[in-house]
């Protein structure tokens, strides 16, 4: 993805998110069966474990700590290559570029807008850290 000046942060931030995450491991973990719930805030819902202990689905864990890793090292691995690919190089890689396009741009089409965070790794000056 060649940088400029028509192609904005939120744009780029947008399509990296859908390449390095969106299609990654993250989309094993959000398929299968979703829970209905009829108080819209999952309070009514539970999870039976094989000890026979009802847990509150808003206390369930959802990954374990395997499932976290793999997550992770993929998150890793295709950020690195995105920017190996993308901005630190010398943008001449036209056939990543169009994957790019036709991957990860019909993914973002409908996503919100990204906010920047001021705080983020850093609290803002002034502010009170949590």
Not at 16 to 25: D, K, P
Not at 71 to 84: A, C, E, K
Not at 89 to 115: G, I, M, V
Request: net charge positive; hydrophobic share 35%.
């Amino acid at each position: 993805m060649k940088p400029n000046p028509d192609k904005s942060t939120s744009d780029f931030s947008k399509i990296m998110t859908a390449a390095c995450v969106r299609r990654g491991f993250l989309e094993k973990l959000h398929s299968g069966i979703t829970p209905v719930t009829k108080t819209g805030d999952y309070s009514d819902v539970k999870v039976i474990d094989a000890e026979g202990r009802e847990i509150p689905w808003n206390q369930v864990s959802r990954i374990n700590q395997g499932e976290m890793k793999t997550l992770i090292t993929g998150i890793v691995d295709r950020i690195h290559t995105f920017l190996s690919r993308t901005f630190l190089c010398s943008f001449s890689d036209q056939d990543f570029n169009r994957a790019l396009e036709k991957s990860a741009l019909p993914w973002t089409k409908n996503w919100d807008e990204p906010k920047y965070l001021p705080d983020f790794l850093m609290p803002v000056k002034g502010s009170i850290e949590k």
